[in-house]
């Protein structure tokens, strides 16, 4: 499994982050992202299985509280 942040720039341009080597890794990283740039931007998880399959999900609110 390889593990990204995906953030999405006032909700219209995206990046990519990663791959991270463990969930805890991207989450550290998408904490940091909400920390550095605020709340006006979209943070959510992405994680991409050994054959290929990407999963994206959106962090709680109460993940960055």
Known sequence: MK????LI???IEPELYGPYGT???RDNQAWTLRTEHGDKHGI????VSDTGEPSVE???????E
């Open 44 to 47: 959510y998880s992405l994680d």
């Open 9 to 11: 720039w006032g909700d």
């Open 23 to 25: 969930a805890g890794e």
């Open 58 to 64: 959106a962090y709680s609110g109460g993940f960055f």
């Open 3 to 6: 593990y990204y942040v995906l």
